[in-house]
């Protein structure tokens, strides 16, 4: 009788990993990782306050608030967004980042293609936005020229990077074989009950 049930559960293993089945797991964890990869990243991503200019009359003179806590304040006419860093790293151009139409990150993960080298899948995750990398090492600049977009001077001579990725890939890399345990263990189970 436990023969029987031996073979059986050979069997049913042996059916359930068929190369496209299998084929089909790898593909899904990949990008599952990718997915919380992405969800860490985007949240470690520094937000800018977007650009605004100064709200003016007709004639030119500028327009102040007259009520509230912001009494006697410049009133500020918003130009652009913050958070183009952080939705560069779903969106496929600059321009998509900048604007706000980058996708989220489920809409843009069916998007990216999973590639199959030798025993590994891989996923490529950039951010398009040009100054990314800046941010994430670090950057040089010039203590003491003035920044028209910062209204001040800078400082100091170096800025130190946030680190966003490489944080939140070494957070995922610790985290990965228990994913993978979990998420095999689930598939196995669905197929033996078959």
Not at 24 to 32: A, V
Not at 110 to 129: F, S
Not at 140 to 145: A, D, I
Request: aromatic share 8%; charged share 30%.
């Amino acid at each position: 009788m436990a023969r029987n049930v031996f073979r059986d559960l050979q069997r049913k293993v042996q059916q359930a990993a068929s190369p496209q089945e299998m084929e089909d797991l790898y593909r899904d964890c990949c990008k599952e990782l990718a997915a919380r990869f992405l969800r860490k990243v985007m949240k470690r991503t520094p937000v800018g306050k977007g650009s605004f200019e100064v709200k003016r009359d007709k004639d030119g003179t500028v327009k102040k608030y007259q009520r509230g806590k912001k009494k006697g304040q410049v009133k500020l006419k918003r130009l652009t967004n913050g958070g183009t860093l952080r939705r560069g790293w779903t969106a496929k151009t600059y321009e998509e980042a900048k604007d706000g139409s980058a996708p989220d990150i489920a809409t843009a993960l069916d998007g990216m293609q999973v590639a199959h080298k030798g025993k590994t899948y891989e996923i490529r995750i950039t951010n398009v936005v040009p100054y990314a990398s800046f941010v994430e090492l670090g950057h040089r600049q010039e203590p003491g020229r003035f920044v028209p977009v910062l209204g001040k001077r800078l400082k100091n001579g170096w800025v130190e990077g946030q680190f966003m990725m490489k944080i939140s890939s070494e957070e995922l890399a610790a985290q990965v074989p228990a994913i993978l345990r979990k998420r095999f263990q689930s598939w196995l189970e669905g197929r033996l009950d078959q």
